[in-house]
C-alpha cells in the first residue's frame, strides 16, 4: 500500500527549528522527486521546497531560501525538511508529495500534478 506519512510538527517559537520528516513506503521511492508543500488556513495550498530523485538539486520558494533545508535518505525512503529561523508567517500544515519524473519535469508543477500526498503535519510558529 503507497503511503506518505509526515511527521516533526508542532508549536515553535520565532527564531526556533524544526525537522519535518516524509517517510514513504509502497512504492520506487528512487523513481519519484519529493516536494513539500503547506496550506495555512483560508490560504491556498504552496510549494515550499522540492527535491530531486537523487537528493542533488533541490529548489525552494523564495520565502523560505536560506532559512529552509530539504533532503533526502533513499536507503531510509524518507526525505527530511530542516526549518530554521521559522516564522509566524511559516504557520500551516506541511505536506509532502510524490510524482514520477525528473527534477525539471515536475519541481516547477503545481500541486495537482503530484501523484501521492501524505496526511499532513501541523506547524505553529509563535510566542
Known amino acids: 500500500q503507497l503511503q506518505l506519512v509526515e511527521s516533526g510538527g508542532g508549536l515553535v517559537q520565532p527564531g526556533g527549528s524544526l525537522r519535518l520528516s516524509c517517510a514513504a513506503s509502497?512504492?520506487?521511492?528512487?523513481?519519484?522527486?519529493i516536494g513539500w508543500f503547506r496550506q495555512a488556513p483560508g490560504k491556498e495550498r504552496e510549494g515550499v521546497s522540492c527535491?530531486?530523485?537523487?537528493?542533488?538539486?533541490?529548489s525552494y520558494e523564495d520565502s523560505v531560501k536560506g532559512r529552509f533545508t530539504v533532503s533526502r535518505d533513499n536507503a531510509k525512503n524518507t526525505v527530511y525538511l530542516q526549518m530554521n529561523n521559522l516564522k509566524p508567517e511559516d504557520t500551516a500544515t506541511y505536506y509532502c508529495?510524490?510524482?514520477?519524473?525528473?527534477?525539471?519535469?515536475?519541481?516547477?508543477?503545481?500541486?495537482?500534478?503530484?501523484?501521492?500526498w501524505g496526511q499532513g503535519t501541523h506547524v505553529t510558529v509563535s510566542s
Open positions: 508529495a510524490a510524482a514520477r519524473g525528473t527534477f525539471r519535469n515536475m519541481c516547477s508543477r503545481p500541486a495537482a500534478d503530484f501523484d501521492y
Open positions: 509502497g512504492f520506487t521511492f528512487d523513481d519519484s522527486v
Open positions: 527535491i530531486s530523485r537523487s537528493g542533488g538539486i533541490a
